[in-house]
């Protein structure tokens, strides 16, 4: 079935659940979804929230409390740290455009550093989910410690800034639709972290930087073709790591990227997985076996390992890192 076909089969049961029958965006249809999976026939949880409320500071003024989900829109510029406190059951926050979240540093004790809080930390008690659409770049340190956050999702934001989502503890499933770059300590320290699904990479030349996905307990790691570099240390605490695949598209791979245990790493003959492999066994005393990827314009059903090609959406459950 075509994209396009799959979109529409998934709006007609949207429908049907919540007796809509008007034309709906992207970002309707997952909050529509997220109504329904909250518990609801469809929206009637769901908050679209004002942008001149918004805009205006303070608390959110609701006309009810029992909201389970806030969708700020792109019109939005602002929003303030006490946004939420009128609405405490909000559990998913579902954020269009580039709005700027009113920020202060504290230390916290728990973390050992100091973060920075915004309205998403300051209401993490009920928040487990973020999707996030449309933003020229999620800022450095932008939920970082938020402890019961378990989902998060991001499209069509080309940076995911420094220490981003650090510490978000009981993370497990983080959702990418088009990848940028993923700087330094973006997802380290999320230590319930599971899966990964990346769609596509796009960009100049996007990359994973240092430690940007730390402990996490991925057991497979495929690379989205277009991805140019992995930096030094990028997984090297992902001490579960099994596989990893690597496209022909990256052409630098840093020193300890991956952990120094027996793993497999695939790719393609004569390509930098193969010379990384070859320079670490014989220099670092690693453990790492090549394997080579042998179909030309993708990678094949091997196993149990699951293949990805140009024009084929891949899934899989378990604790694999998947890119689609």
């Known amino acids: 079935m075509a994209l396009t076909d799959k979109i529409k089969a998934i709006a007609d049961a949207i429908r049907s659940k919540t007796g809509k029958t008007e034309t709906m965006t992207m970002e309707q249809m997952v ?19 004002d942008a001149a409320l918004l805009n205006a500071g303070g608390a959110y003024p609701a006309d009810a409390d029992d909201y389970t989900t806030a969708v700020i829109p792109a019109e939005a510029t602002f ?3 006490e946004v939420f406190d009128n609405l405490p059951n909000i559990d998913t926050v579902i954020i269009n455009g580039n709005c700027e979240f009113e920020t202060y540093g504290e230390y916290d004790s728990s973390a050992k550093a100091t973060v ?11 928040i487990r989910k973020l999707c996030i659409f449309g933003r020229d770049a999620i800022p450095n340190n932008f939920a970082q410690t938020m402890y019961s956050l378990a989902e ?16 978000c503890r009981a ?11 993923i700087w330094q300590y973006a997802f380290d320290s999320c230590y319930s972290l599971r899966r990964v699904d990346i769609q596509t990479a796009q960009g100049a030349s996007p990359i994973f930087d240092r430690y940007s996905i730390g402990n996490a307990k991925i057991e497979e790691l495929v690379i989205p073709d277009g991805v ?10 992902c001490n579960k790591l099994k596989t990893v695949t690597i496209p022909a598209s990256v052409g630098n791979i840093g020193s300890y990227a991956f952990p120094n245990i027996a793993m497999t790493i695939r790719g393609y003959a004569g390509s930098k997985a193969e010379s990384f492999v070859v320079y670490c066994n014989t220099n670092m005393g690693c453990q790492y076996t090549f394997e080579v990827i042998s179909q030309a314009n993708g990678i094949e059903q091997k196993d149990d390992v699951l293949s990805i090609s140009n024009n084929v959406n891949a899934t899989q459950d378990g604790d694999v890192l998947i890119i689609q």
Do not use: H, Q, W
């Open 31 to 49: 909050t529509e979804i997220e109504g329904i999976e909250s518990g609801g026939g469809g929206g009637e949880k769901i908050l679209y929230m």
């Open 79 to 81: 929003v303030s740290l």
């Open 116 to 126: 920075y809080r915004n309205a998403l930390v300051a209401a993490d008690v009920s």
């Open 152 to 167: 998060v999702e991001i499209d069509a934001c080309p940076s995911i800034g420094n220490y981003a989502f650090s510490n």
């Open 171 to 181: 993370l497990r499933r983080l959702t990418i639709g088009t990848m940028g770059d």
């Open 228 to 237: 140019t570099g992995i930096s030094a240390y990028a997984f090297y605490t």
